[in-house]
């Protein structure tokens, strides 16, 4: 434990009541797939998508998902290309098929054409309500999955099977839907939120009930993947962490409708609560190539890596981060006015000057700029910045400094 750990109590794991129970588990990242489906995302270029693993592979994500070889042709010289990249990192491909002997068909050229074994992710809807419009019987899926399934596996490609919709499926439908696809040799199965409908007290109920009535003894994994209608998806992915063995997620939350749990948020809360030791900084690109070539928005406010989540022009707060700077202490800065260390990505504590700065603001904006702290450029910007009704820019505090 660090000095400045002693400064902090921490409810978060005070356990007298609830007991924190987040683990260190397996990630994928969905970006390339999943988070491509989002109705405003653009689909990168390939060299795009390259870096992106690579990107993925520093951080310390385990696998990704890298498209749907069923789609097309394109699409599948893509996973092809994808695939061959992994071949030279750690992190490990894997593709999304529909139970469809042409989409199980798509995957296994692919892993044939790359050389490399790519997890085969079989999906089938499952609540009472997909199969209901789609009007589905129980007896034509389960021959589906164990056709598609066996399929896979016959062509010694590892498969992990996944239900849709699971967190409103009815327990007796997960059970016939994953025993089938684990006699027919799945070695993972998977709970997705598809619409987001599930609490944190939700997945944990489902997870709880996966892993005890169906998975119990065998040598069976367990994937959760979260989507975040009801803006639960990070902390869904979190609780999940409790009982799955791999949880998923994007990069910025993309994805289909509003989109999936944030692999960002996620992997910056897991360094928070000291589950896992991974340099961050790389997600500074990762977003920032999002971002620019997909189309998703970063909004100033958004979690670590926001423009500004570690910027104040606040007088209070802004006066404890300078009394810490001034000691020479970044550290103690990073932490007395943020749940988030500025380090942990690579960034740093930005002090500004707007109509709620104090004069410690502005005498250390001076200070940091080399510039003379006398009274009439004090006073000067002091006046300006409280007749504005935002924080003042850079050039517009240069041009109050001068006193000509």
């Not at 450029?377 to 504005?388: F, L, V």
């Amino acid at each position: 434990m660090s000095d400045l750990d002693a400064l902090v109590y921490d409810w978060n794991r005070d356990g007298r009541v609830a007991r924190p129970d987040y683990r260190s588990v397996e990630l994928d990242d969905e970006t390339l797939r999943d988070g491509l489906q989002g109705p405003s995302v653009r689909n990168p270029p390939l060299e795009v998508k390259i870096r992106l693993l690579r990107l993925m592979d520093q951080l310390g994500i385990d696998s990704a998902d890298i498209g749907l070889p069923g789609a097309s042709a394109q699409a599948r010289a893509t996973v092809v290309a994808l695939a061959k990249e992994t071949a030279k990192l750690r992190i490990t491909p894997n593709v999304a098929v529909r139970t469809h002997p042409a989409d199980i068909k798509g995957a296994i050229e692919a892993a044939v054409e790359s050389g490399v074994a790519i997890e085969t992710c079989a999906f089938i809807g499952s609540s009472p309500i997909r199969r209901f419009a789609e009007s589905w019987s129980i007896e034509t899926m389960t021959r589906q999955v164990e056709e598609s399934v066996r399929l896979a596996v016959n062509n010694d490609l590892p498969v992990m099977f996944v239900t849709e919709d699971t967190t409103r499926a009815d327990p007796e439908t997960l059970i016939t839907l994953y025993e089938t696809a684990i006699g027919a040799g799945a070695t993972r199965i998977c709970a997705s939120d598809t619409v987001g409908h599930a609490s944190p007290e939700g997945v944990r109920n489902l997870l709880t009930f996966i892993r005890a009535e169906i998975i119990k003894d065998r040598d069976v994994k367990l994937d959760y993947h979260g989507h975040n209608d009801r803006g639960l998806g990070t902390i869904n992915a979190l609780a999940a962490t409790a009982i799955a063995d791999r949880v998923h997620g994007t990069a910025l939350g993309i994805g289909e409708r509003v989109g999936n749990a944030s692999m960002d948020q996620l992997l910056v809360n897991l360094r928070l609560w000291e589950l896992i030791t991974t340099d961050l900084e790389p997600l500074v690109e990762y977003t920032a190539l999002v971002v620019e070539h997909c189309g998703a928005t970063l909004p100033a406010n958004y979690p670590a890596l926001g423009a500004d989540a570690f910027r104040t022009g606040t007088g209070v707060h802004a006066s404890a981060v300078v009394k810490a700077l001034r000691r020479g202490d970044r550290a103690l800065a990073d932490r007395v006015y943020s749940g988030v260390p500025a380090s942990v990505v690579g960034r740093e504590q930005r002090i500004e000057v707007g109509p709620m700065s104090g004069e410690s603001n502005i005498v250390f904006w001076l200070e940091q700029h080399g510039i003379a702290t006398d009274r009439a450029r004090i006073d000067r910007i002091m006046t300006a910045a409280k007749a504005s009704d935002r924080l003042l820019t850079e050039d517009e505090l240069h041009a109050l400094a001068r006193l000509d």
